[in-house]
């Protein structure tokens, strides 16, 4: 469907220092331009929630056009990166799109640019490095610190806009993110859109009075300071205009407090029955938009003021009434663009290190069904570590991030020797701040690195819970973007860490879907997992049972076939049951299978799964076709563990064929004791699953 030609003062989307330096007239109509056509088009659209042709719900920003409209103008669209907030429409039809686009997405059409699938300001322009928000104020500006700290790294002289509210100045994230911004020397300016209200509470019982916002930038040694952004729209691209020069020229991060408007409420159906008796007579006194008008009537402008409006109150209606008329969205295919596609596999040197062995190339090694001579005898910390350095020595886009990884080597030394070989900017020691780090690499990934974040421990990932399952998970399903993000969990008890250091977190995170999840369970496997993960274009969980990283030294070599990760291994042949486990439980498992077998010449059909998201389940289910049974067996607690899911969908489609009830085997439903004997009690061993299994063969 053609979209209406748009009038020739919006053909120019930028805005020059010099040009304001200047007074420029062509200049200062063109800001007023889009400001009007971010106006009308915010009040139109609520004309259209209001007439029930918009759902959900619609945030103008209706007095927010004197700073947003300025800053997109700005900043340099083929470099620079943003994430508006709710209040930032102006921004977004300045950066991309037609203003069809934007109304197609308020309309969830056909034409939607994320088809639909996400909310109506909420969507961005990943390919453009406009980053879709969520709802969770305060997590944007770290992946605005991650993309431009990518561009910064691909030479490119670019500058992140991150935009948040009062209300979201008094989020932990924001905080971690201006603290690493300021050390990293990441060049972001964090705007603050202080409008006075978080939705209805004021500032004043927010934050204390005494303390302006802009004055935190002082605590972090960076450069603040405070705006008033109902004044003078061209003399606040002035002060913008320079702080963004600064940022360039520096590579230094700045806090801006913009004292700006909120003209229309929270969102479409905010009473304003909080507002104190002519507390919004006085912001509309203060609107930038009619006072710059009369600004520039003053100047002589009333003849070409006339012409803008009406041209731009046209284009207007007709971009709604071309909109109104696309057909409403299909569903067809949302399941598969929950995921990135599959990518071919990467050109790896075909060896454990960087140095090939073999005269044939590694496709060629893969077709012979060959893997390269002289395997090693390696432990799993020592198999990650030799994955780490492959990656780190092949794939120039790879860095790897975390606490303590660099000199210390991580607190399982699974990157150790990795800093010096490889430098400071590729393996990144990060301030003890998860949420902010993990967005910051969701915006590495968007923009082409493909980062690797050790967690400390498993536990500690649930910091960053809202970042892995609320934006690199649905990322590509909201705007297909691919998220190519590996994040490493040292998980799993055994050792006396206690319920802090010790939890299995799969069934948490796998019951978000985008999210993809390896588990090896021996040295061969976890280097092989590595590469899998890395390589794919989706956020892949790996989990590492901290008890498997030392558990003996076995054979690793190269494997072509090193993709096969992603479907279970068959550890013993049986007939009985089909016998599913994964981890270190892969241990317990394969010797109660042998005693069974020695003992009373029963066998089992025991699969290892390795990959718990997406489950292949193929060769399970025609194991169970075949033996009738199943026994699953975890790490993780029993309610609502990873087994119950593993057992839905297996007798869902097997129940008629089933001989027995399913037998669940799995830890207490408690929270990780720490004594040894409280733990040993707590979750399964070898004695216990025997003891399990024979009283269900009964």
């Not at 979201?168 to 409008?195: K, M, Q």
């Not at 800093?419 to 915006?443: H, K, S």
């Not at 399913?662 to 207490?668: D, F, S």
């Amino acid at each position: 469907m053609a979209f209406p030609q748009p009038p020739a003062i919006l053909a120019a989307r930028d805005l020059a220092a010099a040009e304001l330096a200047q007074h420029s007239p062509a200049a200062l109509l063109r800001l007023f331009a889009w400001m009007h056509l971010a106006r009308t088009t915010d009040n139109r659209i609520l004309e259209l929630f209001r007439q029930g042709l918009i759902k959900g719900t619609v945030a103008g920003g209706q007095g927010n056009e004197g700073l947003v409209v300025p800053l997109a103008l700005l900043a340099d669209k083929a470099l620079d990166v943003v994430a508006f907030s709710h209040r930032g429409l102006g921004g977004h039809l300045i950066w991309s799109g037609h203003l069809c686009d934007h109304l197609n997405q308020y309309f969830a059409n056909a034409g939607s640019p994320t088809r639909a699938r996400e909310g109506n300001v909420h969507h961005g322009d990943p390919a453009h490095r406009s980053l879709p928000m969520i709802s969770h104020l305060g997590t944007m500006p770290s992946l605005v610190a991650g993309v431009t700290d990518s561009q910064r790294r691909l030479g490119r002289a670019a500058v992140g806009l991150a935009f948040f509210g009062d209300g979201a100045s008094s989020t932990g994230e924001i905080h971690e993110t201006l603290n690493l911004a300021a050390l990293f020397d990441l060049p972001v300016v964090f705007v603050i859109e202080n409008n006075g209200y978080a939705y209805s509470t004021p500032v004043c019982e927010q934050f204390p009075a005494n303390v302006a916002l802009w004055q935190r930038a002082a605590g972090y040694g960076i450069e603040g300071f405070a705006l008033d952004a109902t004044a003078d729209p061209a003399a606040t691209a002035t002060v913008l205009a320079a702080a963004v020069a600064r940022a360039r020229a520096s590579s230094r991060p700045v806090l801006i407090e913009a004292h700006t408007l909120r003209l229309r409420g929270h969102a479409a159906y905010d009473t304003c029955d909080y507002l104190r008796p002519g507390e919004s007579d006085a912001f509309f006194a203060a609107d930038p938009l009619p006072k710059f008008r009369a600004r520039l009537v003053a100047e002589g402008q009333a003849a070409a003021l006339e012409k803008i409006e009406a041209e731009l109150n046209d284009f207007l209606e007709d971009c709604v009434q071309v909109s109104l008329a696309f057909p409403r969205p299909d569903p067809v295919g949302m399941e598969a663009d929950v995921l990135a596609p599959p990518t071919p596999p990467l050109p790896w040197i075909p060896s454990l290190d960087s140095t090939s062995h073999s005269s044939l190339p590694a496709g060629d090694l893969a077709k012979a069904g060959l893997r390269t001579p002289h395997p090693e005898s390696l432990t799993t910390a020592q198999a990650l570590n030799r994955a780490h350095r492959k990656i780190l020595a092949e794939r120039p886009e790879s860095l790897l991030l975390g606490q303590d990884v660099a000199t210390y080597g991580g607190a399982f030394k699974v990157t150790e020797g990795l800093l010096a070989d490889f430098g400071r900017p590729r393996v990144c020691n990060v301030p003890l701040a998860e949420g902010a780090c993990t967005g910051w690499a969701i915006g590495l990934a968007l923009n082409g690195h493909r980062p690797i974040e050790e967690f400390q421990f498993a536990d500690f990932s649930t910091e960053a819970f809202t970042q892995i399952t609320l934006n690199a998970a649905t990322m590509h399903f909201r705007s297909g973007a691919k998220v190519p993000l590996v994040l490493r969990f040292p998980c799993g008890g055994g050792l006396t860490f206690g319920s802090f250091h010790s939890q299995e977190l799969e069934s948490v995170f796998l019951a978000m879907p985008g999210l993809k999840a390896l588990y090896p369970s021996t040295p061969q496997d976890a280097f092989n997992a590595l590469l899998a993960a890395y390589e794919d274009d989706n956020p892949v969980l790996l989990f590492e049972h901290k008890g498997l990283y030392r558990r003996g030294k076995h054979p690793v070599a190269w494997d072509p076939h090193y993709r096969d990760v992603w479907t279970p291994r068959h550890l013993r042949a049986g007939d009985h049951a089909t016998f599913i486990t994964y981890g270190e439980m892969t241990l317990p498992a394969t010797e109660a299978c042998d005693w069974f077998a020695a003992e009373y010449e029963t066998t089992f059909d025991l699969f290892d799964l390795r990959a718990l998201a997406p489950l292949r389940l193929e060769a399970i289910k025609a194991s169970l076709e075949r033996t009738h049974r199943l026994i699953v067996l975890h790490e993780g607690r029993r309610t609502h563990g990873f087994g119950a899911e593993l057992v839905a969908r297996l007798t869902e489609e097997h129940f008629f064929s089933l001989e027995a009830a399913p037998l669940r085997i799995a830890a207490l439903d408690l929270p990780v004791p720490f004594a040894p004997e409280l733990e040993q009690a707590h979750r399964p061993t070898r004695e216990k699953i025997i003891e399990r299994i024979a009283a269900w063969l009964g």
